[in-house]
Every structure is written in structure tokens, then in C-alpha cells.
């Protein structure tokens, strides 16, 4: 492989034209089709196989014309402090919100409070329910303005008017924080290159490859089914890994030309020896992308397929693009001291090396001081509880979970989480009877409030009822509620010869909870099982790919005990501007598993390759640890440091399950940079010295050899004439 990539850098630097107008044609071509496409689709957040996803189904088969997964508005009114919403002139300011709400755009159906039991017991709370023809992502401007509208007008006739609801979801705004995270990024760069040319190489081509994947992704959006937010995660994976790509391959171009080799040879060398790292890391984030599949969730499958494609443009690019632009930066990619030839070493040593020389010294307490430290951040994990947001996870200044705290107030804890039962009567011979003996049995439940009538559909085969717990929708006690009524549907089956499902928003994040919970192991063993076979070929040992795999591991599990400590129990929340604690988003352990694994693997892979690298060129162990850090340690902290702040910017998100995700991924890649590879890795492989790299004969000769170090490259080299090597003339330009 390395000596197959080290002729595609050659080829991409001697026709750096050719390529650099591929691309920008490829990227012409995308955006004209991104342009041209039709609106990309809603998000469909389907989970087959659930009960609540089956009850949704069954809605849609029995109850034809209506919007089972519409979005819907709930705004609630309080009168003021001692009077009642039921007194002439505030009943007369909700019945005029509710007429104008009736006239809002995308409108389905408006429920007036009055009629529809819709009064709290002490007369100062009532509701409205607005359904909308359109699903939440659906909604538009003009129907969020009306709401707002309706709203105000109740507020200036003295009435406190809150709303909630799907219909009031918009997208998540983050604000500036990727543009703060690439102009850090630019800062660092260039700090490490001290060159402006060669910082901004890898920012030019990460942008490249974003544009390329987010058009690609625009323009088969339609065709595909993706949605909007398939692009959220492809352009967070797709600029961190690009900028990570273009520095390794950039940065080891420059040791080449350092070395004093012409520009030419010093791309093929830099795409033949880093280029195979970024390949094989490249393969990892795939595997661990793709691998969101296994959770058999439609719309994560379709986020990490696309982020996938995405992180492929990104390997395309760095093999191709980079050794292009190489080709016309020339020496510039230099300090100017180089190449003036005022550069002289002063053979001291750099900070990577005297902390690898430290650690290597002191492996057996730096190897215990950084396991301990990550098991005590993982702690809090053992108490991680799993939901999906609502309103009532919102900050408490906005006005959904304003809305959500006055209906809790005026209704009960459990009223702003329903649970809706679904009851298929088409094989029973008595379907309202057997409505009823539903209604009677979970009325007698324990954390029961209410239980409303059956209402059936016009064929009178299936019913509905709704079920207001006591305690709040993310509660453990309405959640062991569900599980009681779903317990008991076979007894219903038997006595009534009904089917009977619990659905609703509550009863889906639950089953979506669930779902994940019971994917995280298979998704761990898929994804930790591949990469470790895929390692055990770069690096041609057994136990540094386990060692590799256990570090994650511990550097995943330490981050998520972060989460926990400051999203669920509250550590440092104010510091973080965190609003509201609770339970931790249900996609947040397998999202980061996947986005952080791929990190740790790159590296993991540039790091440790160039250890192998002066291993397999006669170095003792340890010192190929030193030599390996000399190289690479500088390189690896730039790209972490990159990383963190681009998903640090996110925890400035007014949005919390932003906010959560930011925080959750800088903090594993500190724990993963800083403490597991750059600390606990050099420690391990100091203590196995030779045996780090052993790999049993039989497997030896059974896995492929891929040259990931170049040294079957170098010997070709060594063994070709000069004239071999040397670059082929420009073509002139006419």
C-alpha cells in the first residue's frame, strides 16, 4: 500500500492542476445538484420493531385522515393572581386566542378549553390543543409567528400565555461556535507550523471536503431519505477529520523537505508513510460510523451512512488534494528561517520528547495515576439514566418549558406526558366491551391519575384512551407504569380477546431508550472487533491493538461519567450554564461511542505507527517510544486540541442536548489525547519492551501485509537508480 499511495502523491503533486481542478469541479458539480434537488424530507423518526412504533402503525391503518405524528401546540393560560380563567373577561381573551389560533397557517384541528374539560380543578390554569397538518420539522415561519402572536395578544388582555409542544421544535441553533472552532483551529495550526501557508492548507481542504460531502448529502437527500440533520453530523465528523488528515500528511511532508529531499519525492514519502495512517483510520471512524446501523433506528442508520461518505471525501482529499496544493506551496510550507537556511538545531530535546523520556522512566506510576484518574471519572456512570428530551428539559426561560411547568402546576406532574392506548378489538367479539374492561383495569394501577373514555374509530374495531400518570413523564415510576400495562396485555387478550398497546411520546422514549440501551454492546463488540483486526494489520502485533481497545474503552467510559456528573447530577452546571439537569439524551452513549472511537483510532494510529516505524528500523523499544513521540507527540496535540475546541464551542448552545453532546466529545478527547494515548500508551509499551510487538507466526503469515510504516517503500527506493526518483519535468502551459 505505501508504495501504491507514494506514486499517488508523486502524480497528485506533478499534476497538482489536473487534481485541484477535479475537485473543484466535483465541488461545482455537488453544489449545482445540491441547488437543483428537491427539499430534502422531514425527519421520519420511525423504530420498527417497537410496540410504539407498532401502535403509531395501527393508528394510521384504523383511523384514516388522521395526523397520528403530526406536530401539535399546546398554549396555556393562567389568570392573574386571584382570579379565575373561567370569569367573563378572561374566558373572553382565551376564547379570542383560540379563535385566531384557528386561523393560523398549517392548522388542523383547535380544541376549545371549555368544552373539552380542558380547566384545571381551581379554575386558574386552562389549555388549548393545536394540531397541525405537518410534521414539527415541517412547520413553518408564519405558523411559529402566528402562535407567538396569539399569545401576545392573550398577554396584553392580562392573562399569563405560555406554549409548547412539537410545533414550537425548531432546529438547534448554535450560533458562531464553528466558526469560533475553526478560527482556534487556524490559532493553533499556526502555532505548530509556524508557517501561514501551511496552517492554512488544512483548513482550505477540510472546508473542501465539507462542501463536497454536506452537497452530496443535499443533493441526494430526496433520493435517499435524508434529512437535514444528516448534514449536522456529517459536517462536525467531516471537519474534524479532515483538518486531523491534511495536518499528518502536511506535517510529514515537512520533515521530508527538512530531511532534503526534493519537493516531489518528499509528497510521495509524506502520502506513502503518513497516507497510510490516514487510510486506516480513515477505515476505523467508517467502521464505527457505519456501524450505527446495528441499532436498527432508520434515522441514526442515514446520520451515519452519510457522515461515513463524508469522512471518505476527507481520505480522498488528503491523498489527492493535499500533495496538490503541496505542489504549489513549494518551500513556503517552511518556516522562513528554513528556507533561508538560518534554522539550526539545537539539539535539545522537544517537550514530546522529555515527556516521553518522563514516562518511560516512571511507566508503572504514570500507567496507575492515569487509569485511576479515568475510573474515578467513570464513577458516576454506574448511576447514568437514560431519556429523550422534552419540554421539560428546556431552559427554564423559554416558554415551552414554561408552558410545561404550568400544567404541571394546574393538572399534575404526569399530565404533560400522556400514554396512549391503543386498543385493536378486530379479532374480539365485543370491542367496546372489551375498551372498557381497559379503561377499568388501568384505572386500578398504581401512579394512575386519570383514565379518559375509549374513543373509537368509525369502523368501531379500535379505540384509544388516554392515561395521565401521576408522577412526570421521565420519571422511573411512570416508566414501570408502562410496563405494568404492557404486562397485563395478555391477560386483556385472554379476557377480552383484545390486543392492547401503549404508545405515545412518553411510551416512544422509552422504547427508543430501551433500543439503544440493548444495542450499545452489540455496537461496542462490532465496532471494537473490527477495529482491533484492523489494527492487528497496521501495526502487526496483538497487543497493542488490545491495549488500543481497552484505552478507549476507559477514556469513553470517563467521559460519560463527565456527562453524568454535570448534566444529571448537577456538578458544575452553572459554571457550564447548564439550566436544567435530568436524564441523559438516550442517543448521547452510542453517539459518542461512534464520533470518539474514530477519533482515538487516528491517534492512535499516527502515533503509534511511528513508534512501529522505528521499531522495524532497529530502535530498542523504549526508544522507539521516545523517537515515536519526538515525531508525532506535537503533531497529536495540535489535532486534539483542534478537536476540543471545535465541540467545546457547542456547550455555548442555548439548546441543552447540544450543549450535552459538546461537552461529552471535548472531554473524551482530553481524556483519550492526553491521558490514554499520550500517557498510558508510551507507559504500556515501555513495560511489554519487544513483546509489545509480537504477532504469532501463523497469523503473521495469514494477515496482509500493508506497509503501513514504509520501510518495504524505502528499501525499493534505496534499490532504484537515482534517475528513478528524481520529479519529471512541469508540462509547459500553453
Known sequence: MATFLYKLGRFGFRRRRYVVLFWVALLALAGVGAATAPS??????????????????????????????????????????????????????????????????????VADPYTADAVSKDGTTAYTTVTYQAKSAEITDATHTAIEKAAQHGRDAGLTVEAGGTALQASPSTGNSEVIGVGIAAVVLLITFSSLVAAGLPLLTAIMGVGVGIASITALASTFGLSATSSTLASMIGLAVGIDYALFIVSRHRHEL???????????????????????????????????????????????????????????????????????????????????????????????????RLVVRRRVPFLVAGVVALGLAAIPMSGMQLGLPDDGSQPVSTTQRKAYDMLSDGFGAGFNGPLMIVVDGAHSDNPKAAAQEVKKTISGFADVKTVTEPAFNPKGDAATLSVVPVSKPSSAQTEDLVHVIRGHSGEFAKTTGAEVLVTGTTAMNIDVSQRLNDALVPYLALVVGLAFLLLMIVFRSVLVPLKAALGFLLSVLAALGAVVAVFQWGWLAGLLGVEQTGPIMSMMPIFMIGVVFGLAMDYEVFLVTRMREAYVHGESPGQAVVTGFTHGARVVS???????????????????????????????VAFDAFIVRMTIVPAVLALLGRAAWWLPRRLDRVLPNVDVEGEQLRKNLAAQPQSAVEPEPEPAVV
Open 258 to 356: 527538512m530531511e532534503g529531499r526534493d519537493g516531489e519525492d518528499a509528497a510521495g514519502r509524506a502520502v506513502g508513510t503518513a497516507g497510510s495512517a490516514v487510510v486506516f483510520a480513515g477505515l476505523t471512524v467508517l467502521i464505527a460510523l457505519a456501524g450505527l446501523s446495528v441499532v436498527n433506528i432508520p434515522m441514526l442508520s442515514k446520520m451515519g451512512l452519510a457522515a461515513a461518505g463524508t469522512v471518505a471525501i476527507a481520505v480522498l482529499i488528503a491523498l489527492t488534494l493535499i500533495p496538490a496544493l503541496l505542489g504549489f506551496a513549494g518551500p513556503k510550507v517552511l518556516t522562513r528561517k528554513v528556507r533561508k537556511g538560518r534554522a539550526v538545531a539545537d539539539g535539545k530535546p522537544n517537550m514530546g520528547t522529555r515527556w516521553a
Open 40 to 109: 430534502a424530507p422531514a425527519d421520519n423518526f420511525t423504530v420498527p420493531g417497537t410496540e410504539a412504533q407498532k401502535a403509531f402503525d395501527l393508528l394510521h391503518e384504523r383511523f384514516p385522515g388522521t395526523n397520528a405524528d403530526g406536530a401539535s401546540a399546546r398554549m396555556v393560560f393562567k389568570a392573574p393572581g386571584g382570579q379565575k380563567v373561567t370569569a367573563g373577561p378572561n374566558k373572553a381573551a382565551v376564547e379570542k386566542v383560540v379563535a385566531e389560533l384557528g386561523q393560523s397557517p398549517q392548522k388542523a384541528t
Open 638 to 668: 495540535a489535532a486534539a486540541v483542534i478537536m476540543i475546541s471545535v465541540f467545546a464551542g457547542f456547550i455555548g448552545s442555548s439548546e441543552s442536548m447540544i450543549k450535552m453532546m459538546g461537552f461529552g466529545l471535548a472531554i473524551a
